[in-house]
């Protein structure tokens, strides 16, 4: 079980950055580590994913959002630049066994084994 508690978002205005974080209760490194989104009428969506140092990209967010993670902390980061009113959403942590490509819309959201509470993101023009 892994419990996963995500934190940083807010309200920025277009172009500003945000770093979201998300503290894990024990060790993560076994498991791929993802961000999704969420946007009020949408299906819930891959951000990026990290695993094993291996990171992966949606194109929408592709140079500009950034996955980290500290295995020391047991955190994992999201680094959110340059960000536009479209990246306006609820923010989650996931942890799985595999990563699947999610981020390019292969693989079940919703089999995903463990989920934060979710971090709203506000981005206005």
């Known amino acids: 079980q892994v419990q996963l508690m995500e934190s940083g978002g807010g309200s920025v205005q277009s172009g500003g950055s945000l770093r979201l974080s998300c503290a894990a209760s024990?060790?993560?490194?076994?498991?791929?580590m993802a961000w999704f989104r969420q946007a009020p009428g949408k299906e819930r969506e891959g951000v990026a994913t990290?695993?094993?140092?291996?990171?992966s990209y949606a194109d929408s967010v592709k140079g500009r959002f950034t996955i980290s993670q500290d295995n020391a902390k047991n955190t994992l980061y999201l680094q959110m630049n340059s960000l536009k009113p479209e990246d306006t959403a609820m923010y989650y942590c996931?942890?799985?066994?595999?990563?699947?490509?999610?981020?390019?819309?292969?693989?079940?959201?919703?089999?995903?084994?463990?989920w934060g509470q979710g971090t709203q993101v506000t981005v206005s023009s």
């Open positions: 990290i695993e094993s140092g291996s990171t």
């Open positions: 024990r060790s993560t490194s076994s498991y791929c």
């Open positions: 996931a942890a799985d066994r595999w990563c699947e490509d999610i981020v390019k819309g292969l693989g079940v959201i919703e089999a995903w084994a463990y």
